[in-house]
């Protein structure tokens, strides 16, 4: 039985916090599209976290899933 294998070179993942305006220029959108859909969950790449007491919210999108969703990675290793 011949078995062909197909091997993909992965980026280098470090979870690294990808800024909403960095993806948002990567997948032409604006940001504040990119802040609602998180928001909503509409946007599966990164969550967004109200606090206690706030209004304002925070956000953590990791290398990884940017690039699982987006196809989008940056690598931030290489100076």
Avoid: H
């Amino acid at each position: 039985m011949n078995e062909r294998k197909t091997f993909i070179e992965l980026p280098n993942f470090t979870g690294r916090n990808v800024p909403i305006t960095e993806i948002a220029k990567a997948i032409g959108k604006d940001a504040q599209y990119v802040r609602i859909g998180l928001q909503q969950g509409v946007l599966k790449f990164g969550y967004a976290m109200k606090l206690e007491n706030s209004s304002e919210y925070n956000y953590y999108c990791p290398d990884k899933k940017v690039w699982e969703e987006t196809g989008y990675f940056k690598d931030t290793s290489i100076k």
